[in-house]
Each structure stands twice: as C-alpha cells, then as structure tokens.
C-alpha cells in the first residue's frame, strides 16, 4: 500500500513541481515503485519537467471521470522503469475533478505504487484542497521571503483542517523544504534565514534546495534534476530529502556546488 505525499505551497512559481519530480526520480533510483500526479488541472507542467509531453494521450481528468482506465493514462518513464507519470488535462478545469473520482483513483494507485506524489496547484483552491485530501505526509514547499511563508502558513492551516486525517483526528506528517536558498544573500538580509522561516511555520525541515542554474538546465532538458546531475547541489539536497522521507537519519547540510579550479580563477580574475 502506497504512501501518499502531497507537495503544495501558498504561492506559485516557488518550486513544487521541479520538486515533486526530483523526490518522484530520486525514490525511483532506489527501487521503489512511484507515481508523480499532477493535480494542476488547465496549467499541467509536470510532463515538462519529466519530458513526457509528446506521450500523452489520457489524463487524470479522463480516469476520475471513467473515460479511460488509470493504466492507460499512466506514462511510464523511459529512463526509470519504477517511475510513473499521470498528466493532468491542459484543456478541462478544476472543476472537473470530483470528491469521489479523486478518491478512486488515489486509492487505485495505492494499491499499485509504493509511493504516490501529487503535484499540487497553488493557492487554496478546490484543486488544492483535493490534491492533499488523501495525503499522508505533505511537504511544503517555500522560498525564504515573507510573502511565499505567509501563504505556506495559510496552506499548513488547510493542511490541519481540511484532509481525510485531519477530520479522522488523526496526525497528518508534514516537512519542509526551502527552495532557492543563497546562504550569503541571506546573511547580508536579502532573505530570510532558514531558523526564521522554521520560526515561521514551525514544522520540521526536510530539505534546504540551494539557488542553482542546474534547476532551469535541467527543466527545460525535460529531466527531473536528480537524474540529470545526480552530482549538483540541489540534487544532493533533494535524494537526502528522500532518505529523510524513508526514516533514515541524515543530518541537514546546504550544499554547495562544487567549482572547478578554473572557475574559480576565472571568478577572482572577474571580480
């Protein structure tokens, strides 16, 4: 039986889905059985990032509402044979998606993956809400700025009140993870730092993604960053996320991108 996560935020454009694809490629890797969902209904990004766009032919809204089976929308990966896509519909609303179809098909998928990863859109919304309905665990994603905390706080109040477990009085689990982090910038307070956004929110943290070209490359190449540069920064940082997400004891580092030599030469002769 899968484990459902829900990857959401307040705020758009702060990392959800290139970081729902670098956890969905990153558990992969290791052997288990996973589902990306891409709950963003009308945007549908995800099969960007995973490179799948040219394969789809049926969506999530095509299976919640019966016209196709989930296998014949699932896409899977040709790169890992564990890592599994279901698209969302550029063409059809949010309101296309009902309590019960959702409930279906994530409970469908339960039975199929050992992890299921649902994209969720941003804001607060009947398309957000129902990405995390089922959720066990929900990683919240933020940038270190006050505007994108503030909503990631709104969001971990819905996270609270508007799930399965919540309204079973059950403990939905929820981590962090902090996107775009540059350490200099935030010590010269361009940012916040990572104790005031833990101050902020106050759950635990997960990940720490630093600021990095390797993100943009790898998105617009159509690979999840952890199969593109397993060695980059953010690459590091996202599959010890996932050994957190699996129980191990990992102790939490920002990573640094590794310069050559000669780039650092080239920068001091620059500078």
Known sequence: MAKVIVVTSGKGGVGKTTTTAALGAALAKTGQSV????????LRNLDLIMGAERRVVYDLINVVQGDAKLPQALIRDKRLDTLS????SQTRDKDALTDEGVARVIGELREKFDWVICDSPAGIERGATLAMRHADIAVVVTNPEVSSVRDSDRIIGLLDS???RAEKGERLEKHLILTRYDPTRAERGEMLKIDDVLEILSIPLLAVIPESEEVL????LGSPVTLNAP???????????VRRLKGETV????????RSLLGKLFTRRAA
């Open 35 to 42: 589902c990306v969902v891409d709950f963003d209904v009308g």
């Open 85 to 88: 896509l279901l698209p969302a």
């Open 162 to 164: 508007k799930t399965e």
């Open 231 to 241: 060695q980059s920064a953010p690459a590091r940082a996202y599959a010890d996320a």
């Open 251 to 258: 102790a939490m580092t920002v990573p640094s991108e590794k």
């Open 217 to 220: 490359k790898a998105s617009n």
